[in-house]
DNA sequence: CATGAATGAGACTTCATTCAT
DNA sequence: AATGAATGAAGTCTCATTCAT
């Protein structure tokens, strides 16, 4: 396993905040140099690029992200009550970021198919999300609908600065669980 | 009637391609004005800054896709084949455009809050579209479900660089349509 | 003598607020236009240069000038009165416009040799101002002094951003008139 | 002790002689670093704006103007012969420079009150001057119409390009010393 | 492993002025 | 005499990255 320096660490946190705040390209290496408390070259030896810091980003951001929507559905018994808490933590997720979005989804609006690297991290991500919903839910189907439906809540709470899309996506949520087929 | 110039006609068709393709933010003004063979200048008497640009490409773009989307679901007779035409559309402009995606979503997640000019008409784009929704569906509670799936279809598409997430959220539309509440 | 139009007569007046402001060279023709309200070609059909309004607009502030320094020494009796009108009068203009100092002594600063035509309209105005002193005083040395004392208060009060150096040139003034050589 | 890199002490060297030869605002970053062969990041990396260039620059020349003022005064053995030193030095520096007068009230002219930062560099010059001169010239009034005649020498020589400004204040320099009181 | 000075290309914007109408 | 769209050079400043130490 390999040994997380001081350095790194600092780099990584300070790049998590400000990628999701001001998005990929408004943040400035400098920024983040100055931030971090790190030498430019010190910042360099541990990432060649803006693009693999952003990869390496947004691998723990995707390692971060199931760790909290594992232990959120982990304790409720039943599959109305798991979707609930997911789209409930949205909710909650939205009100404390104000309303910035997903970091996955905004990063790759970005940088569209320019960067590979950064658009595979990003599908490996939703990838895994989309299964973990299939994990919770057996029908592929409605595992499918409910995952776009909590794709559609972050995106839109973001583009109306507001959390009905969420509770709208939750209620629906619930209404395809019930179905019969 | 205000005669449109041709400097400011060929700055926007420029800009329309450039900021889809490429992203506001790596869109440079330099480029803009070398692709649309105007001068800098020129380019500023238009529009005053990048922001403004980017408000109005985005009023025009929210009029184009409108217009086309009127035209689309006019001809069809029930609500299924209008859903059914909105989402063919929308699989048939990502082949065309190589699953860049939505050009307001992506600009607002490129721009997140910061500038609240771009932000409100991505904002006036996207209630209009949840109105056209609303007018093609009696049932608001359905309509918005719908809106919401059409949305994440523009994201996802271009997430998994595929069309799956359209024929999905296609077939997911027309079922909930079908349903009796 | 020349029919000044509406449009000259409301150029030169923004003119002469924005260049005392703000500075000739940070003051651009398009402001000018702007707050003149003028069409651009308008302008410069009255004004071929800058560099050709800035000399308009210095001859018109000297005479402007002149008539004042005039109109307040007139009244006055003897010498020491007229002085101490002058020195009042500066420290009243500069309580008014806020310690900009003097007009052309700031061009003067500005443009250096650069402008000749610029340079000779100044020399013209402070080799008149000179004059001015001359004919209020007979003796020569002390009137070339206390000129050089006028000059000096315009100066400093605008460094200082304070009226003690109007105050302290105004007591030196009258000191040198009542030395009896 | 902090080491001054060669690229800094070429563009303060550049700096010094563009700001006063053509002014402050008709010298742009770009000749700047043009004629110090600096590239344009290297210069924003020790100045971060035009105008803390003009601070640091307004500071060094304060101090280089100060030395020579001491050198050419402390060997002088009474006031009269001082006053004489520092008028002369004047005239001569006037003829090695055509004229440009006095970087600092040029450039205060400039910027008026549009900028606090050079505004308080200059004041802190000028009042360092003014206790110069009343270090030389016990009676306060005295030191402070001489700093005066000073001062206005430095402007007055730049209006009419010529000496006898300077001139005439070292005579009245001198005979403000022998006045009785 | 750490440092920070240095880089050149490019960012957005404004300048004084001209031209066809 | 008046208009405003159009110009190209120049403005200040930031970018991601490399280098010698």
């Known amino acids: 396993m390999k040994t997380e320096s001081k350095v ?3 780099i990584l946190e300070t790049t998590g905040q400000l990628f999701y705040r001001q998005g990929y390209q408004s943040t400035g290496i400098n920024q983040i140099i100055a931030e971090s408390g790190v030498a ?6 541990h990432f060649p690029t803006k693009e693999d810091l952003c990869a390496t980003y947004l691998k723990l951001e995707s ?7 594992k232990r959120i559905t982990l304790d409720e018994k039943n599959i109305d009550n798991k979707l609930d808490a997911l789209f409930n933590h949205l909710i909650e997720f939205h009100a404390e970021h104000r309303f910035r979005g997903c970091a996955f989804l905004n990063i790759r609006a970005e940088v569209g198919s320019s960067s590979p690297k950064i658009a595979q991290e990003i599908l490996t991500h939703k990838t895994r999300l989309l299964n973990f919903f299939h994990s919770l839910i057996p029908n592929e189907k409605k595992a499918k609908h409910i995952y776009v439906l909590y794709e559609a809540a972050l995106m839109e709470c973001q583009v109306f600065s507001a959390n009905w899309p969420a509770e709208e996506a939750r209620e629906f949520a619930l209404e395809i669980i019930k179905l019969d087929h």
Request: no cysteine; charged share 30%.
């Open 8 to 10: 790194r660490r600092r």
């Open 40 to 45: 430019k070259a010190s910042f360099y030896s």
């Open 63 to 69: 390692d971060a992200w199931f760790t909290i929507l």
